[in-house]
């Protein structure tokens, strides 16, 4: 099992920036593929950012150039850094870790809500 758990969310004015991070532990791997997701009031679920257990990461259009995605094997810990916030950006946003070992699996965090709003 592996358990994640996000934290940094919070209200923010628009334009601000937020550093959400979410830590792992359990039976985890640093070839474990992660992301962040968000899901606003209405919508489905959706891709915010993407880091492979090589490092290489993966941005949805709407992020590019604001959002910075890193991982920490050391510390267990993934982070979502989000620069220039937009009210848009309103959603609750969740970790997700895919598991290598067999079987392979999602785990995903609690979420934790993002406000963007004067």
């Known amino acids: 099992q592996v358990q994640l758990v996000e934290s940094g969310g919070g209200l923010v004015q628009p334009g601000g920036s937020l550093r959400l991070s979410c830590a792992a532990s359990g039976r985890i791997s640093v070839?474990?593929?992660?992301?962040?997701?968000?899901?606003a009031p209405g919508k489905q679920r959706e891709l915010v950012a993407s880091i492979s257990g090589g490092g290489n990461t993966n941005y949805a259009d709407f992020v590019k150039g604001r959002f910075t995605i890193s991982r920490d094997d050391a510390e267990n810990t993934m982070y979502l850094q989000m620069n220039s916030l937009k009210p848009e950006d309103t959603a609750v946003y969740y970790c997700n870790r895919r598991s290598t070992f067999w079987p392979p699996r999602d785990f995903w965090g609690q979420g934790t809500q993002v406000t963007v709003s004067s």
């Open 31 to 39: 070839a474990d593929p992660m992301g962040w997701y968000r899901q």
